[in-house]
């Protein structure tokens, strides 16, 4: 599996101004059926640690502070 070190390259962007992880909130992790979506150890904020979108979009949909926007393709749109 890729691991994605260049964020602005990848389909799940987080905003890290909106983002509350570092709260406690987890419900982009816990709603990814394919555990894309980690914790950055160094700010506390979620970030796509693998680059295997499925554009489900229930993290973009279920983020109680729309920090998280998934880029669809524009062929897939």
Do not use: F, Q
């Not at 602005?8 to 982009?28: F, L, Q, T, Y």
């Amino acid at each position: 599996m890729p691991i994605s070190n260049h964020r602005s390259s990848v389909p799940v962007i987080v905003d890290e101004e909106k983002c509350i992880a570092d709260k406690g909130c987890r419900v982009c992790i816990d709603v990814c059926p394919l555990d894309v979506l980690w914790i950055n150890e160094d700010t506390g904020k979620a970030h796509m640690k693998y680059d295997e979108c499925w554009y489900c979009m229930p993290c973009e949909a279920d983020c109680p502070t729309d920090a998280v926007k998934v880029n669809i393709p524009y062929l897939l749109r």
